[in-house]
């Protein structure tokens, strides 16, 4: 499975934007997707998960301001981020766990990176 990202870019703290994660390749089973981010001289975190069945899971320094999403047609991931700060700057991963047992894997996109402007 190979993950594109895109959408990152700089915005003014209290913009928006969307990253978006198409997913190509033999697709199956999927267990959850989700972003993580990278800021520098931070380790990586996750932001948003969303499970194949229930709820999507956020970080608390996000919540209530992402919205992670799936179009099952498209094989896509969005990450819709509202009211952005500038501690949300931050190179942008999406992953993409799917299948089972010795087929389970995660993906990993190449990241995009996302720049708040104060």
């Known amino acids: 499975v190979q993950l594109q990202a895109s959408g990152g870019g700089l915005v003014q703290a209290g913009g928006s934007l969307r990253l978006s994660c198409a997913a190509s390749?033999?697709?199956?089973?999927?267990?959850?997707v989700g972003w993580s981010r990278q800021a520098p001289g931070k380790q990586r975190e996750s932001v948003a998960t969303?499970?194949?069945?229930?709820?999507?899971n956020y970080a608390d320094s996000v919540k209530g301001r992402f919205t992670i999403s799936r179009d099952n047609d498209k094989n896509t991931v969005y990450l819709q981020m509202n009211s952005l700060k500038p501690e949300d700057t931050a190179v942008y991963y999406c992953?993409?766990?799917?299948?089972?047992?010795?087929?389970?894997?995660?993906?990993w996109g190449q990241g995009t990176l996302v720049t708040v402007s104060s």
């Open positions: 992953n993409w766990d799917q299948g089972w047992s010795a087929l389970r894997n995660v993906y």
């Open positions: 390749g033999k697709i199956f089973g999927i267990n959850s």
């Open positions: 969303l499970p194949a069945t229930g709820r999507a």
